[in-house]
């Protein structure tokens, strides 16, 4: 069940134009909570699509931990680097869950190209689920 005490999202990366590199979103605290809801919105531009990766850190900003995604095939698990890909113009709720740490950031980049003219803008909160 969702904590009924959520407060509004907040900004964790203001409207900018995206970049060929991953550009880091502010980091912020995580305090009691397990999970993040993310509400990305995107203006598509030039480039192919967004990538959105979450990281999480336990040291006080020190050093991050991308996020994992895991799949099962004849019994083994394969562990990968988590990112979202978004391909068109929108706004975007994403829950991500379970999240155990201190802190957390949300990077972006566009993809497949050397110029981007797309933008967006990025707010989060910390819920208990």
């Not at 967004?50 to 995604?69: C, F, H, I, P, R």
Request: charged content about 15%; overall charge neutral.
């Amino acid at each position: 069940m969702f904590n009924t005490e959520i407060s509004r999202p907040f900004i964790v990366r203001s409207l900018s134009q995206v970049s060929t590199s991953y550009v880091a979103g502010t980091a912020f605290s995580m305090d009691a909570h397990n999970a993040i809801g993310l509400e990305i919105i995107y203006a598509k531009g030039t480039e192919t699509s967004l990538e959105v990766k979450l990281e999480v850190s336990n040291d006080g900003g020190m050093t991050y931990a991308q996020q994992a995604a895991e799949s099962t095939s004849g019994g083994t698990i394969t562990c990968s680097l988590a990112e979202r890909t978004i391909t068109s113009t929108g706004t975007y709720s994403v829950l991500v869950q379970p999240v155990r740490a201190r802190l957390a950031r949300v990077s972006t980049k566009a993809t497949y190209g050397t110029v981007s003219t797309g933008s967006c803008t990025i707010k989060a909160y910390p819920l208990w689920v």
